[in-house]
């Protein structure tokens, strides 16, 4: 995979040395208006039971690392088929949908939120600076590894980690 920018419009360019994750994080916040958990947040609400976390990443990046009881999605699955094969276990549930940066998750929990809510009362987030973040914080449960998606997004996962005081 390599940075596409017209798959990224409106984010900044992760090749940009100056561009940090909060950046990315602030971008997506604006393009993409849904709920947002941070990796705090999320932490404590994996404590409890009633939350689903959905991974939004290829197969290739699942492999390489991935939170325990998350279930992988394919970024491009539609609406419909997300709700016949999810839909009933959602309801009454916390819907955390996480990616590399947040982009992907963002833009999936933009696009079944509403038929989840269809569906009956249920909550729906993206997480906050996605796995980038939680790895950089050192979150528990701990990733193993991390796929950087791309070489581009891969300098600037390097850049966070480097600018983490506890990694």
Known sequence: ?????EH????PDPRDPAVTLAHVEQAI?????VPHVTPQELEALLASAGTV??????????RVGHLPGAIRLDPAIKTERFVALHGAGCAGRVIVFA???GL??????ERV???LSALGPVSVANLLGGLFRWYAEARRPALPALHPFDQAWGTLL???????PSR
Do not use: N, W, Y
């Open 1 to 5: 995979m390599r940075f596409l920018p």
């Open 29 to 33: 916040r604006r393009l993409h208006p």
């Open 8 to 11: 990224c419009a409106g984010l």
């Open 99 to 101: 990616c590399s940066v």
């Open 104 to 109: 992907r998750s963002a833009r999936l929990a």
């Open 158 to 164: 390097e850049r966070t980690l480097r600018a983490q």
């Open 113 to 115: 939120g509403p038929a």
């Open 53 to 62: 976390l959905f991974d939004v990443r290829t197969e290739a990046e699942f």
